[in-house]
């Protein structure tokens, strides 16, 4: 049973340009939230996808947009990319967007923005 | 919305102690606190979690507190072993519309077993 997958693993972008991070959930799992993990800080919550609508937001700015589709999997954009957006972009699966089920976490995406 | 605080950020200790992290939440209403452990490079996995209805819970070497009044709640490893040198993080889940579908993480303990 593959868990969460990721792509791309790594990239480098410049200031201003456009990015988009892509998600595959666990098996079983129909609900997709996204973390930003700065170096060295906890993840902090984006948005959670479910029933491809945007279900909760996190305090990120327009910029961070997302997509889930009808096979659960789900895309992250970042638009007018900052310096401050470097960071590991998590992605977690559960089962359900409430509750208190269990999230399942991809390897990550690691940016870079030169 | 929620605040999760976490102490100490680093810790070290001589394999085969003990340690102990604690955390404190702001949000009362908050029912689920899981913990997690990262590894350099890796993805944070579940390694205990605890629901708002228990005060402790222990699976094998790792056990986890809860104080609900005073509203924080603490990791314990047992007779530590290199292996478990990582940062851990502890999270809360809150119930209002505003905070129910997320978590909120703490800032993470740096912990690194001696042998």
């Known amino acids: 049973d593959a868990g969460v997958t990721q792509s791309p693993t790594h990239l480098i972008k410049t200031r201003g340009q456009q990015v988009t991070l892509r998600c595959s959930p666990k098996?079983?799992?129909?609900?997709v939230s996204w973390y930003q993990q700065a170096l060295g800080q906890g993840p902090q919550f984006i948005f959670q996808y479910y029933e491809e609508e945007e279900r909760q937001r996190g305090n990120f700015p327009d910029r961070f947009s997302g997509h889930q589709f009808p096979n659960y999997s789900s895309e992250l954009n970042v638009n007018a990319l900052l310096l401050g957006d470097s960071a590991l972009y998590l992605c977690?699966?559960?089962?359900?967007?409430?509750?208190?089920?269990?999230?399942?976490f991809g390897e990550g995406s690691r940016l870079t923005v030169l | 919305g929620e605040n999760v605080e976490q102490h100490p950020s680093t810790l070290s200790v001589q394999e085969g102690d003990s340690a102990v992290i604690k955390c404190t939440y702001s949000?009362?209403?908050?029912?689920?606190f899981p913990w997690y452990k990262q590894e350099l490079g890796k993805r944070p996995q579940l390694i205990i979690d605890i629901r708002s209805n228990v005060g402790e819970k222990k699976d094998q070497r790792i056990a986890v507190t809860l104080n609900k009044t005073a509203k924080h709640f603490s990791l314990h490893i047992t007779e530590t072993q290199p292996e478990d040198s990582a940062v851990y993080f502890c999270?809360?889940?809150?119930?209002?519309?505003?905070?129910?579908?997320?978590?909120?993480f703490g800032s993470g303990t740096q912990l690194t077993v001696l042998p």
């Open positions: 949000d009362s209403a908050s029912n689920y």
């Open positions: 977690a699966s559960s089962r359900g967007p409430g509750g208190t089920g269990e999230l399942f």
């Open positions: 999270a809360a889940k809150g119930v209002t519309p505003g905070s129910a579908r997320q978590l909120t």
């Open positions: 098996s079983g799992h129909d609900t």
